[in-house]
């Protein structure tokens, strides 16, 4: 099982730009589908981006589609997430999750969680 810890969140203007990095601890980080979820105070947890085991499918969320790209590199054991055209409605918690299994939308696919970074959109 792998663990996860995210990092790269902050304080960024509307239109801005910011990248999430989760660092993966494990050998078996490249057998894992990755993706990215987000919380906001008072709101559900949402699906943003998710990547699968190679890199080379991928899924968005409709709120995020053309802004955010999610990207991993296996040798580094890490997944990211760029994000573009910062919207204050994209201020939340943001979440790393692996998934043993196929990658997918719903946070009950994934088995582990890292703590979140908090990331603020300023209008």
């Known amino acids: 099982q792998v663990q996860l810890v995210e990092s790269g969140g902050g304080l960024v203007q509307a239109g801005g730009s910011l990248s999430l990095s989760c660092a993966a601890s494990?050998?078996?980080?490249?057998?894992?589908?990755m993706g990215w979820f987000r919380q906001a105070p008072g709101k559900e947890r949402e699906f943003v981006a998710a990547?699968?085991?190679?890199?080379?499918?991928?899924n968005y969320g409709d709120s995020v589609k053309g802004r955010f790209t999610i990207s991993r590199d296996n040798a580094k054991n890490t997944v990211y997430l760029q994000m573009n055209s910062l919207k204050p409605e994209d201020t939340a918690v943001y979440y790393c999750?692996?998934?043993?299994?196929?990658?997918?939308?719903?946070?009950?696919?994934?088995?582990?969680w890292g703590r979140g970074t908090q990331v603020t959109v300023s209008s």
């Open positions: 999750a692996a998934a043993s299994q196929s990658m997918g939308v719903s946070g009950a696919r994934y088995d582990t």
């Open positions: 494990g050998r078996t980080f490249s057998s894992y589908a």
């Open positions: 990547i699968n085991w190679s890199g080379n499918g991928r």
